[in-house]
């Protein structure tokens, strides 16, 4: 199955910890939706199959009024027409999700919201400078559902400074209570360049403490054994079968197609990267060219690698036979790396499937650079 992400590039502010390509000036943002629609056409063959979702994230989406979404909108039922899309996702932040904006997101389509609460505490809300409150957090979710969106995710960010144990599970007590059947949690990381990394490092804001991160996800992962939440994913959860299809996607290996400045995307063999400018994004297309970009071509060894660093991240784990298809010497090389981590980390299910232990989820990344190839092994093999 195939997606479309697209890459809206503005926020009304800078989070401190956000590293993500965007802009807090809107003064090209008419302009932006304008090389948006050019380039919405100018990429519609590259697909292979019929995209079947649509993912707007950002950035934040929710800046988009009523006149850019339907200008949006209008170009991709052109390029598309008569597409069934099975999933629409559109990214926003609380204090955007007026009645109206909701009227106005469900009458042009999208089908499920994913909402940047990141905290129900007015403190940490404040030390991210995120602009809304505690309470816009829970009315907007309430006024989502009222008006009718069955879908609704909400995003939550744990391991920050001053988030206690006991109050990470009322967090996470409060949204067992709402209409929402999706849940992203993330560890707060200090990306370089950052106004946090910055703060940080003249001593401003304390450190972030790993180990209070662990233990964060480790609550994480028994409340949602017990609230029966399905964690499919190391950073994502659903109430019943509400994966997010667009992102599920991702994990899978499957094809899509991303447009905006700074998004990214993927044929299977190939990846192509926008430049992460939207000057040079919006001057290049509105001249009639293609927006700024660079072509990586995976290697053999870069695919298997990527079907490991993205399948140990899930609860269905590893395509053991898409490894042996990219290239069965290499797999079984990769088993010996396996083996010698020995059963404490992977075990397999009847599908053959590599699953890495729940417990060490929070390890995912790491265990998986231990079973990734080298240049060196591949060469050797």
């Known amino acids: 199955m195939s997606g479309i992400y697209i890459h809206i590039p503005f926020c009304r502010r800078a989070c401190v910890y956000c590293d993500f390509h965007f802009s807090t000036s809107m003064r090209y943002k008419a302009d932006f939706v304008a090389a948006l ?68 997101l469900r009458e042009i389509g999208i089908t499920r919201l994913s909402i940047g609460v990141q905290s129900f505490n007015e403190d940490l809300l404040r030390y991210m400078n995120r602009h809304h409150s505690f309470i816009e957090a829970k ?38 209570k709402m209409p929402v059947n999706h849940l992203s949690c993330y560890a707060l990381t200090i990306e370089q360049g950052t106004p946090l990394a910055k703060s940080i490092r003249l001593r401003k804001t304390e450190d972030v403490d790993d180990h209070a991160a662990a233990r964060h996800f480790e609550i994480l992962q028994h409340w949602a054994a017990e609230a029966t939440w399905e964690h499919y994913e190391v950073s994502n959860l659903c109430r019943g079968t509400n994966r997010a299809n667009h992102n599920s996607a991702y994990w899978s290996g499957s094809e899509y197609l991303g447009l905006g400045p700074a998004a990214h995307s993927f044929s299977g063999t190939t990846r192509r990267i926008n430049r992460p400018n939207n000057a040079s994004y919006i001057r290049e297309l509105l001249s009639n060219g293609d927006a700024p970009h660079e072509i990586e071509v995976l290697s053999a060894r870069d695919r298997f690698n990527e079907t490991i660093l993205t399948g140990i991240r899930t609860k269905d784990g590893i395509d053991s036979f898409l490894l042996n298809e990219i290239s069965s010497k290499h797999f079984d090389l990769m088993m010996q790396k396996a083996n010698e981590l020995g059963n404490k980390f992977i075990r397999f299910n009847p599908a053959q499937r590599m699953l ?5 989820w929070f390890q995912s990344d790491g265990i998986a650079s231990e079973l990734m190839l080298l240049e060196s092994d591949w060469k050797e093999a």
């Open 139 to 176: 009315q907007c979710v309430e006024n989502a559902y009222r008006a009718g969106f069955e879908h609704i995710s909400i995003d939550l960010i744990y391991g920050i400074p001053g988030l206690s144990d006991v109050e990470w599970i009322e967090q996470l007590n409060i949204v067992n």
């Open 356 to 360: 890495l232990k729940p417990e060490f």
């Open 37 to 104: 629609v050019k380039e919405i056409n100018l990429r519609k063959n590259e697909l292979t199959t019929k995209p079947r979702t649509l993912y707007f994230g950002g950035g934040t989406p929710s800046q988009l009024d009523e006149k850019e979404l339907h200008s949006i909108f209008s170009a991709l039922n052109d390029t598309f027409p008569n597409n069934e899309w099975e999933e629409i996702t559109f990214e926003a932040n609380p204090e955007d999700l007026t009645h109206d904006y909701l009227r106005i």
